[in-house]
């Protein structure tokens, strides 16, 4: 069984910025892809980034230029900085890995901007 464990979530206002935050209990974390989703309240829970075991990464293009994901292998953590935040990126922001063939999620962690 792996957890991933998000922090860094909080209420900031428009023009501000926040770090996320998700550490992994397994030691094959640097050989697979992971990935920041967000679920806004009514709307389906989207991609929001994905940085691969190489370090290559991809973003949806409403962040792209204000987000950025990376990870640091040795701490098994993934992270999705975030700049020049929106209120449209209010959402609960999910970290999503696939270990030994299975799909796992964070908990969650509450991002609300303020206008």
């Known amino acids: 069984q792996v957890q991933l464990v998000e922090s860094g979530g909080g209420l900031v206002q428009a023009g501000g910025s926040l770090r996320l935050s998700c550490a992994a209990s397994?030691?094959?974390?640097?050989?697979?892809?992971m990935a920041w989703y967000r679920q806004a309240p009514g709307k389906q829970r989207e991609l929001v980034a994905g940085?691969?075991?190489?370090?290559?990464?991809n973003y949806v293009d409403s962040v792209k230029g204000r987000f950025t994901i990376s990870r640091d292998n040795a701490k098994n953590t993934v992270y999705l900085q975030m700049n020049s935040l929106k209120p449209e990126d209010t959402a609960v922001y999910y970290c999503r890995g696939i270990f030994y063939g299975y799909i796992y999620w964070g908990q969650g962690t509450q991002v609300t901007v303020s206008s």
């Open positions: 940085i691969t075991s190489g370090g290559s990464t």
């Open positions: 397994t030691s094959i974390f640097s050989i697979n892809d």
